[in-house]
Nanobody
């Protein structure tokens, strides 16, 4: 059974940076899309960024574009999310998600079959 394991969350002051990582265990295939979603208390889960792994095309939510960068890493089926210029409104539980199928659009959480347990990000002064 495939498992996604996130790491790198924590607490930072506004303007600070964090790097999240997501590794896959128990899966020998290749994901087609891997992405990050977040959910703040009382809000719906929203797409933050996703990566079309075959061709390396990234997708970003408007609220994070220019501040966050999603990238592939080693070993296979590992992604990172570099988060810069963090704002209090970025505070949330961040979840890694993956699929070996298509997504339409990239931010639809129902298209991702596998999810991590989440890592908390808190941005506060």
């Amino acid at each position: 059974q495939a498992l996604l394991v996130e790491s790198g969350g924590g607490s930072v002051q506004p303007g600070g940076s964090l790097n999240l990582s997501c590794e896959t265990t128990g899966y020998t295939g290749s994901w087609k899309f891997m992405g990050w979603f977040r959910q703040a208390p009382g809000k719906e889960r929203e797409g933050v960024a996703s990566l079309f792994l075959d061709v390396g095309i990234p997708y970003y939510a408007a609220s994070v574009e220019g501040r966050f960068t999603i990238s592939q890493d080693s070993p296979k089926n590992t992604i990172n999310l570099q988060m810069n210029s963090l704002k209090p409104e970025d505070s949330a539980m961040y979840y890694c998600a993956a699929t070996d199928g298509v997504v339409s659009p990239w931010r639809n959480p129902l298209d991702y079959q596998f999810w991590g347990q989440g890592t908390r990000v808190t941005v506060s002064s």
